[in-house]
Structures are given as structure tokens and as C-alpha cells.
């Protein structure tokens, strides 16, 4: 290899090992903040060490002995062959099976540990995965977010997980999707997504056929980012979410805030329930739901296409699909035309006026 050739590689090796350094990463699997990761990383770490051993050994003697016998000028004869070795391969043979059984025991035994049954005290919340968001919903609290996953720090929480696609309708709530229960596949043309916060839980497959379970707790409170981690369409990279963990009666708080009904209307924000009800063919509640929304008739508009919940929208971080931070600006950009941020997005771009985009910002940011 030419020098050029060999300081090219260099720099690039060097440049791809410094990209992976980061001084803000959010998202550190070997940084765990709960019970699930800290058990994960435990395994890990030793095996990893046990990895870096076996390596070093195994190419320090591949170097040294290319090195120490390489062909050298003038040295014309070749070397006495050597066939076969029957200690040496018994040991080769067996050594690494020891050292694989050694690794076994405390994998196998953690396998066991993370699929306890977390016991009555558990926070159940059902997770569906959408193409491309998820949605939380609290059977018991009646509650229903998407986005953000809320939990109380220091009790473990209990994630039954299905993924779910267009066509699939709000109601009957998740319910659907519970224990080892096969999901309809009525629910529609759903895909495989994969749902993990690296500081908090491994990561968990979710299917459109079977329910799966989690396990996890937060040990402290702070925001946890996740995301999707199996590849499932066109913005499966938007497919992101946070664990917002908050310390117990902080949690009791957040689930009377969420549910009790939205907001107030006035002036623009009144004018923003209009735009809400009537844009495009059939409003924005041809999709989504508000709780308390309510119809001339008296009756609760619900959105018929399983989009996003947008009860107490104020009061969330983050929205499609947590790819945009919750100000008037991400707002303003987003209603502007969905697909242009988010490809293949079901929001539809209605061609709002900018007076009719600020109207409806107006109305979201009214449910608190
Ligand atoms: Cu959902 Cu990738």
C-alpha cells in the first residue's frame, strides 16, 4: 500500500471513530437509567471484556507470528509443514466451548430475569405502533397520548406492545391488544416496528399479529429519547418518542391534568375550531380526536383514521411523530405541507391559508 493510500484510510478510519464520540448523546445504552438497561448493561460489560480478551490474544498472536516469520531475502527453502496436532485441537476445541458456557449463565439467567412478570403494582400502558408515531394509551386512567410515554420513577411499568395500520379504527380502544391475544388483522396493513429508549429498556420487536410485553422502570426523573428501531417505511428515521419519567405524585398530577377536558375558546382560537372542524374534505376530526370536542349535536367528535389524540396538545414536548419540537414555528412549518417534512405522512397538506394556519395554532395551543 502507498503512503497516500495509507494516510487517506487513516484519516478516514479517524474521522468515522471521532464521529462517534458525543458529548450530548441522549440515547447511550451503556449510560442505564433503570432496572431493564442496568441489567442489560451488566451482561454486557463483562462480555464485552471476556470479547476484548479472546481479541487481543487471538490477533497479537496472528501479528506476532506473520511478523517474527515472515519471508525474509535470501531465505530460499520453505519451513517444515506441520499436519495436524490432536492436544492442540482438542484444547481449541474445547476452550472456546468453556468460555461460551461461562457466557451462557448469566445471559440465559437475565433472559429469564426481564420477562418477570412485574407483579398487581405494575403501570400497564398498551403501545401501538403506527406508520410512523406511537401511541400510548393508560387502560386504567383513561388516558391516551401519543408521543410521549409518561411513568412514574421507581415502579416498574408494564408495556404491551402491537403495531397497527391504517384502517385501524380508535375504537373500540386498544384493548385489542393484550397479553399473547392474536391482534385481528382487520387492524389493517400494519408493520414491524421496533420500540426502544437505549437508557431505559433493550430493545422490543412489535408486530401486527401478537401482543408483546415489556418490562421497565425509571429509576430517575428526566426525559428519555427512543425511537423506532426496526426499519418500517419511508420516515420509520421520524418514528421517535420520549419516556418522560417524573417522580409519583408529579405522575398523579400529569394524569389529572390529562384528564380533565381541554381548554377555553376564544377570539382566533375560536375561529382555529372552525378551521379544525372544516379543513379539507372533512375537517381535521376526519382523523383526529380531541376529548370534550364536542359536535352540534352534543356528541363527542372522534376521528375515524387512527391519527394522533390532540387532547391537551399544549402540553406536549414534541408532536409528528416527536420530530419537532412543540413551538408556534414547528407548527407553522409542519401544517404548511405534512409530507414535505415527514414522507409518506397520512397528514394530508390542505393548503391552509397562513391566516387559517395561525387560527388553528391558536385553537391547539388552548388544550392544555
Ligand atoms: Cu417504525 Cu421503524
Same mark, same amino acid.
Given at each position: 500500500m502507498n503512503r497516500k493510500v495509507l494516510a487517506a484510510v487513516c484519516v478516514v478510519a479517524g474521522g468515522l471513530l471521532l464521529a462517534?464520540?458525543? %458529548?450530548?448523546?441522549?440515547?447511550? &445504552?451503556?449510560? *442505564?437509567?433503570?432496572d431493564n438497561a442496568e441489567k442489560a448493561n451488566n451482561l454486557f460489560v463483562p462480555v464485552f471484556w471476556v470479547a476484548v480478551a479472546i481479541f487481543v490474544i487471538v490477533e497479537g498472536a496472528l501479528l506476532f507470528f506473520a511478523i517474527r516469520y515472515r519471508h525474509r531475502k535470501g531465505r530460499d527453502t520453505i519451513p517444515p509443514q506441520v499436519h495436524g496436532n490432536t492436544r492442540l485441537e482438542i484444547a481449541w476445541t474445547i476452550l472456546p466451548a468453556v468460555i461460551l458456557a461461562g457466557v451462557a449463565v448469566p445471559t440465559v439467567a437475565t433472559i429469564f430475569e426481564l420477562a418477570?412478570?412485574?407483579? *398487581?403494582?405494575a403501570l400497564e400502558v398498551t403501545v401501538l405502533g403506527h406508520q410512523w408515531w406511537w401511541e400510548f394509551d393508560y387502560p386504567e386512567e383513561g388516558v391516551n397520548v401519543p408521543n410521549e410515554l409518561h411513568v412514574p420513577t421507581g415502579r416498574p411499568v408494564l408495556l404491551t406492545m402491537c403495531a397497527v395500520g391504517v384502517g385501524?379504527?380508535?375504537?373500540?380502544?386498544?384493548?385489542?391488544?393484550?397479553?399473547d391475544n392474536p391482534v385481528p388483522?382487520?387492524?389493517?396493513n400494519s408493520v414491524i416496528h421496533s420500540f426502544w429508549a437505549p437508557e431505559l429498556f433493550g430493545t422490543q420487536d412489535v408486530f401486527p399479529t401478537y401482543a408483546r410485553t415489556l418490562t421497565f422502570a425509571a429509576d430517575e426523573p428526566g426525559v428519555y429519547e427512543g425511537q423506532c428501531?426496526?426499519?418500517?417505511?419511508?420516515?420509520h428515521a421520524y418514528m421517535r418518542f420520549v419516556v418522560v419519567a417524573h417522580a409519583p405524585a408529579e405522575f398523579e398530577q400529569w394524569v389529572a391534568d390529562q384528564q380533565r377536558p381541554a381548554g377555553s375558546l376564544e377570539g382566533a382560537a375560536a375561529e382555529g375550531l372552525r378551521v379544525f372542524l372544516e379543513?379539507? %374534505?372533512?375537517?381535521?376530526?376526519e382523523c383526529h380526536s380531541v376529548n370534550g370536542l364536542e359536535d352540534a349535536n352534543g356528541e363527542m367528535i372522534r376521528g375515524s383514521?387512527? &391519527?394522533?389524540?390532540?387532547?391537551?396538545? &399544549? /402540553?406536549? &414536548?414534541?408532536f409528528a411523530g416527536c420530530i419537532l419540537e412543540n413551538t408556534d414555528e414547528n407548527l407553522r412549518r409542519w401544517l404548511a405541507d405534512p409530507p414535505a417534512m415527514k *414522507?409518506? /405522512?397520512?397528514? %394530508?397538506?390542505?393548503?391552509?391559508?397562513s391566516e387559517e394556519i395561525d387560527q388553528l395554532i391558536a385553537f391547539l395551543n388552548t388544550l392544555e
Open positions: 462517534a464520540c458525543a %458529548p450530548n448523546a441522549t440515547q447511550s &445504552a451503556l449510560e *442505564p437509567a433503570g418477570r412478570d412485574p407483579g *398487581p403494582d385501524y379504527e380508535n375504537q373500540p380502544a386498544p384493548s385489542e391488544c393484550q397479553g388483522l382487520t387492524l389493517g428501531k426496526e426499519f418500517c417505511g419511508l420516515s379543513a379539507g %374534505p372533512a375537517g381535521c376530526t383514521i387512527d &391519527a394522533p389524540n390532540l387532547s391537551h396538545f &399544549a /402540553s406536549r &414536548a414534541c *414522507p409518506g /405522512s397520512l397528514m %394530508p397538506d390542505y393548503e391552509l391559508t
